[in-house]
T-cell receptor, first 119, second 114 residues
């Protein structure tokens, strides 16, 4: 099956710094990728939809200036948490849809996730 | 509005017991997709099953089985003869159309004790 790789797996950063998380589709071209956030013992909440070559679409309540998303190629989307604060500490996970599967295959392939701790 | 409800927050069973995880969904779409994922402590999401709205056949895969009932908007997941390795958080998710975007339920933490 399709593979999505996310890097890094975990990161600790100081408050006020920025952190970049990468999401790569390894064996397919993903025109659309998704970024989710999961706080401890909570569900996954969609943050934004990343579209190759255009601006990301953010869900209500997600600050687009704080969570910068870039989808510059068909295999890479990046999420940058700018001026991170302790409340941004969370598990961030990306997913990508393989358009080659057609309309039926809407399975989203997930990366391994990134655990961000802001100290 | 789309919504997924997993009413069971935590379930604890003893090994070899059968356990059913409930999932109820809401959607106005006529074409939609339902998923179950397993999330072990390491955090990654392990895909278990996808079911299309136009296919109500139940499915069995080893010790896992799924019961899809459109009449009650439910997509329940049963583990037969549970094992300690089944301990994890299980998420039910809903996808609509062909967007690939998923709405997750709150998750059910399953603890299987030896």
């Amino acid at each position: 099956g399709a593979v999505v790789s996310q890097h890094p797996s975990w990161v600790i950063c100081k408050s006020g710094t920025s952190v970049k998380i990468e999401c790569r589709s390894l064996d397919f071209q993903a025109t659309t990728m998704f970024w989710y956030r999961q706080f401890p013992k909570q569900s996954l909440m969609l943050m934004a939809t990343s579209n190759e070559g255009s601006k990301a679409t953010y869900e209500q309540g997600v600050e687009k200036d704080k969570f910068l998303i870039n989808h510059a190629s068909l295999t890479l989307s990046t999420l940058t948490v700018t001026s991170a604060h302790p409340e941004d500490s969370s598990f961030y996970i990306c997913s990508a849809r393989d358009p080659g599967q057609g309309l039926v295959g809407t399975e989203a392939f997930f990366g391994q996730g990134t655990r961000l701790t802001v100290v | 509005a789309q919504k997924v409800t997993q009413a069971q927050t935590e379930i604890s069973v003893v090994e070899k017991e059968d356990v059913t995880l409930d999932c109820v969904y809401e959607t106005r779409d006529t074409t939609y997709y339902l998923f179950w994922y397993k999330q072990p402590p390491s955090g990654e999401l392990v895909f278990l099953i996808r079911r299309n709205s136009f296919d109500e056949q139940n499915e069995i895969s080893g010790r896992y089985s799924w019961n899809f009932q459109k009449s009650t908007s439910s997509f329940n997941f049963t583990i037969t003869a549970s094992q300690v390795v089944d301990s994890a958080v299980y998420f039910c998710a809903l996808g609509s159309g062909n967007t690939g975007k998923l709405i997750f339920g709150q998750g059910t933490t399953l603890q299987v004790k030896p």
